[in-house]
């Protein structure tokens, strides 16, 4: 039964007979100010059964997964009127940040053609067969429930990287300033296992959405993937590169989109709304001081009397190790990264950067050590392993990127990028002793903007959408002004560097930071469908 | 133990998210949310009238809510706006004290309400002893409690002597009121939500239930007959993209289809003998119909002869269910009475009211509309009586013990009416109660010029930031939903209760409270003396209603209410005690299943009349026609509250964007997104293109919630109701980057 209140106290708040204005003023103040002491009704009916048990009953399984399923949401699009309740529900029901849902909706736009066709799609996390969250954690801080399947996010072992965000295709998991931790869906775990339906399920107005199990053998990619199934979005035979909507072989999401058939020429409601990814200012510094470090310390190694190049290789390096630092929103729990190195490349960038980082401190510390055995010897051999290894760095930080699927980001796009800020602080620092070479660094540096010209012009090519396409409208339009500051700084490092590359250095390296922020902000991350004119930043 | 150094699977971290039994039916809740005790209350937002379950901790305030089970509304669902209800209330902008304009330096400050209240009291006094009773007016809404409305209505016109009130529901529910009037001879409407799940053909027109009743279409996907569902509608809403057909006609080529559907249906003679006998006037609309072929309105129509045959068959199918359902599309337009009313006709000629799963059915858009329709003292004298019936007058002067002298004869103006005395310097003073006209009114464009004319303008809000409260003079701070106690009255005509469950900020009080001070300061504080409470209030008005269609002398308390699941009118006192204490479900009531009708001979009136001319039709300087309409079922009319959620805002477009064809799109070089000028011969504003075959060619869609929608918009009225006509104007589209 419905509960009440008691009585309103409104009523025993009888003002006296000729109370003066401000008499009745307090006296109503003082009566607003007052809520109604609650009491349980005797009535109610305390450890009764959900109320809503009847209504989910049938929207999720009566038993748990078997061997070899795993639990997944099904949404029937048909049902789904975008009312988008659900994302109301896994606020409340989750007690969320006045901010925060684990499920999001979109649209879907079918095109130029009449009948008009729009679908809204209620996405939360796909709890994919292959998480590459999970994969891409240095720490470990992701699970797959071997019982149920689904992707657990440990939140108190979550280093606040950001990776799991950069792997995700769906952006699933979102970052919490508050906590310097990521949070996400956990499919209403603790309700599913008391037989209670997750929050959404039991919002929908509509019963569009329910947990089903599905089959889970990630060996092998069985064959019913490959079947082309015109109801789900994410079939790769079905799927069409501009609608925007991800791709489904890499991490093979579990949800099920059914009932109603999507057109080929459909397309996300948000694809072309050109919103600026985050920047990573921390990530920005880190990849450039480092590169730059490397470089400038690789270039002291070939010229004997370098000491300040391999003094300020150091501090530049360094300054990038300590900016990743601050890009971690729990650095103190950051010492388990090692738990993620069979899989990520995360881990194994921190391995990298640590096991180089002795070498730049032992060459600045060399010159001033006493003689010792072989001291000339040891000398010789930290200085070549500084090329080698550091290469070894920079190529762990390009798959980092590499591994998360964006097209800007792949070794073709990013290896000329990243290499290319070492190779040209390389000849940069080595004309400073070999001025013939200052041409080549010249050429270095105009060289390294090559790739992004390429993306720029893939804008003005007029056609289809793509993500290269949506990563070049982006440095045209809302990220023109620095990518005319990166170019701008780049051309005048060039002609600086013909002169004096000690003057050229800063100048390059701020290009450099601009080229790298553009990097980051630039790329088209793949999403599951947004809403038109939303403009949630990622 | 290694193990557990390396994952740390708990912590404080984890600990946020974990979860306890919630008691009280809820299932699994937030351990640090999980409620003391929990208590009930009507959504604020819509007339769908929703109750939802508050969360309540130790000390009564409200911690989270939920959709309550069992309700025989929303059977446990509601929209986003009902889940976030209670985040608009931690706004930073909610007023925490009055505001005074200082003359001087044109700024607000902050006064106390005892320098308010006089303020107010002087000033609208000496307009009073300056320019009589016609020279202030207020302006209110279909927000509030009735017994609040009723307070306001009641204080200023029999307490303070002044004429002229309307409210915001003019721009929603005035044509359904009309319409309903003049055909039934009182303003009611016939159904009851369970009607959506036992019809058997189901016509939406100019109804977007999916996206603004999100709850009424559940109650539609429930229909276990597999009903069709036709949507008239000039744009593919969501509703129409979901419906088994979707008729997509010329905008304001309603009216002529009605009309040749009952051109048909009388041809084809598919009438109902026994629903006609309690009309009057068939033998005349025959006549008037037979002009209206299908052949003769295609043009107008731009449907196919075969499609309106079709159409007239299916909703004329002897032995089938049929029920009309409209909101706003018919409403809010020139010829609106006349169109809702020709659906009436439709009803009343195939027999399809008065019965399960029928009805010319007006959905109401405001969460207390309905209570305003009868209590809220401005059309209509409170209580559903008539102000120019000296029986009535009497009887509500002895009821709330007035004088009988204090009752004005003469209704009020309109609040189209309102405004124009306003720009003329008739009217010289102005209170606004939680609406936002600066915003909502047609041709908004008028209103800064109007505040000029204004001596005083007094806006009583719950923020201090509305377009109308920003240039007010004076600003009361008022206690919104959630920090009050009251009746709504649903779309259904089911009473229901709203409860304080939060403090309200500063020194807001509730609209209920500062009528109180209003009364008292003015010297009529003893008219009211028994208005110490809104139950106390409710009780009275309930009195009042005794022998009106609107009798609802059976209910004994707020606590009769709650237990009931709420209580559709009529509910006199003399129903049956099996009745009286029927459970829910059963408590589904709709009207006329006798065939009697409120008019003085008991026969439904059909009415009709040539449909008009488009105001302002397309032109070649003014080539497309702008509709509006509901954007997004997370956005409320201007967006005072629904703005103030993080969540809501997560899920509409934060600009003001349009819908145009593709082909007219390509015709105009424009792209997706692209930011687009939209200008009418009143105003223009800026807005992003989507492009989409929503519309039709030659169409705009712009959603009203973004202010700058009804600088755009043509102020015409709908003859009869006074109802704006918001729906078709004039517009140009000017291509800027």
Redesign the interface.
């Known amino acids: 039964m419905v509960t009440t209140l008691q009585p309103s106290p409104e009523k025993e708040a009888k003002s006296s007979p000729n109370p003066g204005l401000r008499t009745l003023i307090d006296d109503l103040l003082d009566e607003q100010s007052t809520l109604q002491t609650p009491v349980a009704r005797f009535a109610e009916d305390h450890d009764r059964e959900p109320d809503l048990a009847g209504h989910y009953r049938n929207l999720i399984p009566l038993t748990k997964p078997g061997e070899g399923e795993q639990y997944a949401f099904e949404v029937a699009l048909d049902r789904c009127t975008g009312c988008k309740a659900c994302v109301s529900a896994c606020h409340n029901l989750n007690g969320l940040d006045d901010d925060e849902a684990w499920r999001d909706t979109g649209t879907l736009i079918g095109g130029d053609d009449a009948p008009a066709w729009q679908q809204t799609v209620t996405t939360a996390c796909h709890h994919c067969e292959s998480p590459e969250c999970m994969h891409g954690c240095p720490v470990g801080a992701y699970e797959k429930d071997e019982e149920t399947g689904i992707v657990r996010h440990l939140d108190d072992q979550c280093i606040g990287c950001s990776y799991c965000i950069l792997k995700c295709s769906y952006d699933v998991p979102k970052f919490s300033k508050s906590r310097g931790i990521v949070r996400k869906c956990d499919m209403c775990q603790q309700r599913l296992a008391e037989g209670e339906a997750p929050a959404c399920v039991q919002a929908c107005p509509t019963e569009a959405i329910r947990i089903i199990k599905v089959p889970s053998n990630i060996p092998g990619i069985p064959e019913r993937r490959r079947k082309a199934n015109p109801t789900n979005l994410f079939q790769p035979e079905r799927h069409n590169p501009q609608s925007g909507i991800p791709h489904d072989s890499v991490t093979f999401p579990t949800t099920r989109y059914v009932g109603r058939e999507t057109p080929q020429t459909a397309f996300a409601a948000d694809r072309d709304k050109l919103i600026p990814e985050h920047a990573h200012w921390p990530l920005v510094l880190m990849l450039v001081l480092t590169q730059a470090g490397i470089g400038l310390l690789g270039s002291s190694v070939f010229a004997p009397d370098s000491f300040t190049q391999t003094i300020l290789g150091t501090l530049l390096f360094n300054a990038g190790m300590v900016a990743a630092v601050f890009h971690l929103g729990q650095p103190l729990k950051a010492w388990r990264f090692f738990l993620g190195l069979r899989t990520s490349w995360l881990s194994r960038e921190i391995l990298a950067f640590s096991l180089f980082a002795p070498i730049p401190i032992i060459l600045c510390a060399l010159p001033l050590l006493p003689d010792f055995p072989y001291k000339e010897f040891f000398t010789l051999i930290t200085r070549i392993s500084v090329l080698p290894l550091g290469f070894a760095a920079v190529f762990t930080s390009i798959m980092i990127y590499a591994d998360t699927h964006r097209s800007l980001w792949s070794v073709r796009r990013s290896a000329p990028r990243f290499f290319g800020t070492v190779i040209s602080l390389l000849l940069l620092g080595l004309s400073i002793h070999s001025p013939m070479l200052r041409p080549f660094a010249a050429l270095a540096i105009a060289a390294k903007t090559l790739p992004e010209f390429i993306v720029m012009r893939r804008s003005q090519i007029q056609g289809d959408w793509s993500a290269l396409r949506h990563s070049g409208r982006l440095l045209l339009g809302p990220l023109l002004r620095i990518t005319l500051w990166r170019f701008g700084l780049a051309a005048l490092s060039m002609l600086l560097v013909l002169f004096s590359p000690w003057l050229a250095l800063p100048v390059l390296i701020a290009s450099e930071i601009l080229e790298r922020q553009l990097f980051f902000q630039s790329v088209h991350a793949p999403k599951m469908p947004g809403n038109f004119g939303v403009s949630s930043p990622h | 133990m290694f193990n557990k150094l390396?994952?740390?699977?708990?912590?404080?971290?984890?600990a946020?998210?974990?979860?306890s039994?919630g008691?009280?039916?809820?299932?699994?809740?937030?351990t640090?949310?999980a409620p003391?005790?929990?208590?009930?209350s009507i959504c604020g937002y819509c007339a769908t009238g929703c109750?939802l379950?508050l969360h309540?901790d130790?000390?009564?305030?409200a911690i989270?809510?939920?959709?309550?089970?069992?309700y025989p509304v929303?059977?446990?669902?509601?929209?986003?706006k009902g889940?976030?209800a209670l985040?608009p209330l931690d706004a930073s902008d909610r007023g925490t004290t009055p505001l005074l304009r200082d003359p001087a330096t044109g700024q607000r400050r902050p006064i106390d309400?005892?320098n308010a209240?006089?303020t107010f009291v002087s000033t609208f006094k000496s307009v009073q002893a300056n320019h009589g009773r016609d020279s202030a007016a207020f302006l209110s809404t279909g927000q509030i409690p009735l017994e609040e409305m009723a307070f306001l209505g009641l204080l200023w016109k029999s307490g303070m002597g002044f004429l002229h009130g309307d409210a915001n529901t003019r721009q929603c529910m005035a044509t359904a009121v009309t319409a309903y009037k003049q055909s039934f001879g009182f303003d009611a409407p016939p159904y009851t939500y369970a009607d959506f799940e036992q019809s058997d053909v189901i016509v939406l027109t100019g109804a977007n239930l999916?996206?603004a009743h999100?709850?009424l279409?559940?109650r539609i996907?429930r229909n276990e007959r597999i009903p069709k569902i036709i949507v008239i509608d000039p744009r593919?809403t969501?509703?129409a993209?979901?419906a088994t057909q979707?008729i997509q006609l010329k905008p304001k080529g309603d009216l002529a289809l009605y009309y040749a559907l009952a051109h048909c249906i009388i041809r084809d003679k598919r009438t109902d003998p026994e629903s006609l006998a309690n009309t009057e006037g068939i033998e005349d609309f025959a006549e008037f119909v037979k002009d209206f072929s299908p052949q003769f309105v295609a043009g107008q129509t731009g449907l196919s002869e075969e499609t309106i045959e079709n159409l007239a068959r299916t909703v004329s199918e002897p032995g089938k269910r049929v029920s009309w359902w409209w909101t706003m599309g018919i409403n809010q337009s020139y010829e609106g009475v006349r169109t809702a009313q020709a659906i009436i006709n439709l009803c009343l000629i195939t027999g399809n009211i008065g019965k399960p799963g029928t009805g010319p059915n007006s959905v109401t858009g405001q969460c207390n509309a309905m209570g305003s329709r009868l209590f809220s003292n401005t059309t209509s004298l409170v209580g559903g009586h008539d102000f120019t019936n000296q029986e009535h007058r009497a009887k509500v002067a002895s009821g709330l013990s007035i004088p009988m002298e204090n009752i004005p004869q003469d209704s009020s103006l309109a609040f189209d009416e309102i405004l124009r005395a306003a720009e003329e310097g008739k009217i010289k003073a102005l209170w606004i109660v939680a609406t936002n006209p600066f915003h909502s009114w047609i041709n908004s464009g008028r209103l800064a010029a109007l505040r000029e004319n204004l001596d005083f303008l007094v806006v009583q809000d719950m923020y201090h930031t509305t377009e109308s409260a920003e240039v007010a003079d004076l600003y009361l701070p008022a206690?919104g939903w959630g920090?009050k106690?009251g009746c709504f009255i649903n779309s259904e005509r089911r009473i229901a209760t709203i409860?304080?469950?939060?403090?309200?900020p500063g020194?807001?009080?509730?609209d209920f409270?500062i009528f109180?001070?209003l009364a008292?300061?003015w010297g009529c504080g003893s008219m009211f003396d028994k208005w110490?409470?809104?139950?106390?209030a409710f009780l009275q008005l309930r009195n009042l209603t005794k022998n009106r269609p609107c009798d609802i002398t059976g209910i004994e308390s707020?606590?009769h209410l709650?237990?009931a699941?709420g209580i559709q009118w009529p509910f006199p006192e003399d129903i049956t005690s099996d009745e009286k204490n029927a459970i829910p479900d059963a408590a589904e009531r709709r009207l006329f299943e006798d065939g009697n009708y409120h008019t003085p001979n008991g026969k439904a009136r059909i009415l009709f009349e040539k449909p008009a001319i488009m105001p302002e039709p397309p032109c070649d300087l003014f080539p497309f026609l702008l509709l509006t309409g509901r954007g997004?079922?997370?956005q409320w009319h201007t967006q005072t509250r629904t703005a103030k959620s993080?969540?809501?805002?997560?899920?509409?477009?934060?600009?003001a964007?349009v819908e145009i064809h593709?082909?007219d799109a390509r015709n105009l070089q424009i792209?997706?997104?692209q930011k687009l000028t939209i200008r009418s011969r009143r105003g223009e504003m800026s807005a992003?293109a989507?492009?989409?075959?929503?519309v039709q060619r030659g169409q705009l869609f712009l959603p009203m919630h973004y202010p700058e929608v009804n600088r755009l918009t043509h102020p015409s009225f709908d003859t009869y109701s006074r109802q704006p006509n918001y729906k078709a104007c004039a517009v140009d589209i000017l291509i800027g980057r």
């Open positions: 390396l994952k740390s699977k708990s912590g404080p971290l984890t946020e998210l974990v979860q039994p008691m009280f039916g809820l299932g699994k809740v937030p640090r949310l003391a005790s929990t208590t009930t109750q379950k309540l130790q000390n009564g305030q989270n809510l939920s959709p309550q089970a069992n929303n059977l446990g669902m509601a929209c986003p889940w976030q985040d309400w005892t209240i006089q999916a996206i999100p709850i279409w559940q996907m593919a969501e509703t993209q979901a979707h206690a920090e106690s409860k304080p469950v939060c403090k309200a020194q807001a009080l509730t409270r109180r001070l008292s300061a110490t409470d809104p139950e106390a707020y606590d709650d237990h699941g997004t079922s997370s993080e969540i809501l805002k997560k899920l509409y477009p934060d600009q964007y593709p082909r792209e997706n997104n992003t989507y492009i989409a075959p929503t």
